[in-house]
């Protein structure tokens, strides 16, 4: 992963822990309406894939397990991982895209409840992506992949021969000749592998996204509400096809790009048909960037008034993160895929603890207040939910207190140790795990490995029964907190 050259070390802190008195009494423990749905605290587990999915995108044991375990901390709320609304091959990324996934999805959303006594809400966050191919082989790529189109064997001056010669005199020039005649697209293809945009209007199936996706969006948003969830979020934030209509890069001259107001018009008509299909009383969301933080992205301008327009729309609430794009993301090995977090906008979404003068804590804390602000001065009530850095009560109370966001997004500290916020509520903080924002576990995401954590990950290993990962080395979920049973009963 890309790191800021100063390279400073940042050191997680408990810092202030609260007394069971005071913890009742917080902002951070209180409830709060998203829309219809009420959350007991303002504890938030964001999305995070942990590739326990199989081949067909389904729930497993190990994903219903990894939930739970979530669930067993009584978080406000859990975000079910970037799930897919297309049935289509998708690696073992969960799928929403059939019915036949409903019974699967029900059963994780009971366990949700029955692991955390009913106290967790569950919501489940939706994708689309578009084609990434791995990085080629140069030797495939100019035998198989590259299109010889007439103006780069004019350019080349290859016109008069055979396809096959063509091809072996163009891999023949080497890196510099390659470079020389290949146009930007097909550089790029051979650099980091194919990868389409939704600037690519030449493909049917690209210009066809606006007429399909809300559709695909609705029916899942369906499914979702029949499995058991109480809302979705909309994925609409990082490298992914939502995010690239809101992008200023995003220069499609049908009427879906360019302006402002013609990038936003595809995620407000999935909104608007996700809204139609689902009724007024279910919850809806998406999930966008304060900052896509790339050259020539979208700003923190752009999120405020996107989330504006999310907010007159009738979301029932916004969760912001920011920049992971493929737009900076380093070059892959041959046969590996890029990975939108790997550059300097991947660093934005998961800061680490080797970091520039800001640090990698709250680093988007300003910019998720600022659009906060503009929504609240619209006269619009919509709850925005902050993530990034924020491991400790003090942190999360003060961001309430300044008004900066409603509820508190926990990704990485809720990974580390899944029981912190229902520790901190029993007054028990001083025996939260922190996060130590090393990115371990993002390392394992890269590599579509089961995630885990490694403070918790060889913990225990005698445990009857104990699930481990693939390669037999790391235990699946952390293992259980044993509060003493006189703090468990005040938790009643
Ligand atoms: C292993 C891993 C998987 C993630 N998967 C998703 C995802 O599916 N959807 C999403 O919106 N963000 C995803 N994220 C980003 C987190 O939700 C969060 O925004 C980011 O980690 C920063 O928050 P933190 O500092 O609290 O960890 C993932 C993060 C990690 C570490
Ligand atoms: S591996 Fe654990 S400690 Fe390291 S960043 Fe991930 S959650 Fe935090």
């Known amino acids: 992963m890309w790191k800021p050259a100063e390279r400073i070390k940042f050191f997680p802190a408990r810092a202030s822990v609260p007394s069971r008195q005071q913890a009742l009494a917080s902002r951070l423990f209180s409830p709060v309406q998203l829309g219809p749905l009420a959350l007991r605290h303002r504890t938030w587990v964001p999305a995070m894939v942990p590739w326990r999915s199989n081949e067909d995108g389904e729930v497993t044991k190990d994903v219903i397990d990894w939930y739970a375990r979530f669930a067993r901390g009584q978080p406000g709320a859990i975000v079910i991982e970037a799930t897919g609304i297309r049935d289509v091959p998708s690696g073992p990324l969960l799928r929403i895209g059939d019915d036949r996934y409903i019974d699967g999805l029900r059963r994780l959303t009971r366990a949700v409840q029955e692991a955390s006594g009913g106290r967790t809400r569950l919501l489940i966050q939706i994708i689309d992506f578009l084609r990434i191919r791995r990085r080629p082989d140069p030797q495939v790529f100019f035998q198989r992949h590259l299109v010889l189109t007439a103006a780069l064997l004019e350019r080349a001056g290859l016109k008069d021969e055979t396809d096959a010669q063509a091809r072996e005199k163009l891999f023949a020039l080497g890196p510099e000749g390659w470079r020389q005649l290949l146009d930007a697209r097909d550089w790029e293809a051979l650099q980091y592998g194919a990868r389409e945009q939704v600037n690519d209007l030449h493909m049917p199936h690209i210009q066809e996204l606006p007429r399909e996706l809300p559709g695909l969006f609705a029916r899942a948003s369906v499914r979702a509400r029949e499995a058991g969830f109480d809302g979705v979020e909309l994925h609409y934030a990082h490298a992914y096809t939502m995010a690239s209509f809101l992008s200023a890069t995003n220069r499609r001259g049908d009427g879906y790009g360019g302006s402002r107001e013609q990038r936003i018009r595809l995620p407000l008509e999935v909104y608007a048909a996700v809204r139609d299909a689902v009724g007024a009383d279910y919850a809806v969301g998406c999930r966008f960037l304060a900052d896509e933080c790339i050259t020539g992205g979208s700003t923190l301008e752009d999120a405020t008034w996107y989330g504006m327009q999310f907010a007159r729309a009738g979301m029932d609430f916004l969760s912001t993160s920011r920049g992971g794009k493929f737009d900076d993301a380093k070059q892959p090995g041959i046969g590996q895929a890029a990975y939108p977090y790997t550059g300097r906008s991947g660093y934005e979404c998961m800061p680490q603890y080797l970091s520039d003068a800001q640090g990698p804590f709250g680093r988007n804390r300003e910019a998720t207040a600022h659009i906060r602000q503009a929504i609240r001065q619209a006269g619009l009530n919509t709850p925005v939910v902050c993530t990034g850095g924020i491991h400790n ?100």
């Open 393 to 492: 009560f003090e942190m999360a109370e003060s961001m309430l207190a300044a008004g900066q966001c409603d509820v508190v997004g926990t990704a990485r500290q809720s990974l580390a140790d899944p029981d912190w916020a229902l520790k901190t509520w029993l007054g028990q903080g001083d025996q939260v795990r922190l996060c130590e924002y090393t990115n371990y576990c993002e390392g394992l995401d890269q590599k579509h490995k089961q995630v885990t954590c490694q403070l918790w990950d060889r913990m225990e290993m005698d445990e009857p029964g104990l699930r481990l990962s693939h390669d037999g080395k790391r235990r699946l979920v952390a293992p259980a907190w044993r509060p003493p049973t006189d703090i468990i009963a005040s938790a009643d």
